[in-house]
């Protein structure tokens, strides 16, 4: 009896807290969470992704004939919903038009990532990606970093 009172005590505040957690508001999102939201595979398979993806031919393409060397950054801050689903990307500003069309193009392709975790339920996290784009015309060197 006594051990069945003391495993009580001691689980009771986590089943309270997975509770609490199960009837908050199912629109919450967290920004600190037990374990972060992530693609499938891990960071190696999100590198190879982008880097298969990326839109190189539509940057190209947008820039002026005098251009031969191109670089630009986007930092894009975006939900992963519960359902591991890609919501409300938004970029740092000074990022041109056809770099974030590519971005917002490598995400809306993706496949659905591991969603967050926050008492063992899944829950609708914020996140932040880093590319930097990089075009060398004369080379043909194209180059797309992931942070």
């Known amino acids: 009896m006594n051990k069945t009172l003391t495993i009580v005590f001691f689980l009771f505040p986590l089943f309270e807290n997975a509770q609490l957690l199960n009837n908050s508001d ?5 920004e600190k969470i037990e374990i972060e939201a992530g693609f499938p595979g891990g ?13 190189f031919t539509r940057v190209e393409k947008s820039l002026p004939d005098s251009v031969s060397r191109f670089s630009d950054t986007a930092t894009i801050q975006f939900i992963v919903d519960k359902n591991g689903i890609i919501k409300d990307l938004s970029f740092q500003k000074g990022v041109t038009k056809t770099v974030r069309e590519s971005c917002t193009e490598l995400f809306r392709d993706s ?5 967050a975790t926050q008492c063992g339920c899944n829950v609708s996290a914020c996140r932040k990606e880093t590319f930097i784009v990089q075009i060398d015309i004369s080379t043909g060197k194209r180059l797309i970093l992931v942070r």
Request: zero cysteines; proline letters at 9%; a positive charge.
């Open 26 to 30: 199912e629109n919450k999102i967290f």
């Open 43 to 55: 960071l190696v398979k999100w590198k190879e992704f982008v880097k298969k993806n990326f839109n």
């Open 111 to 115: 496949p659905h990532w591991q969603p």
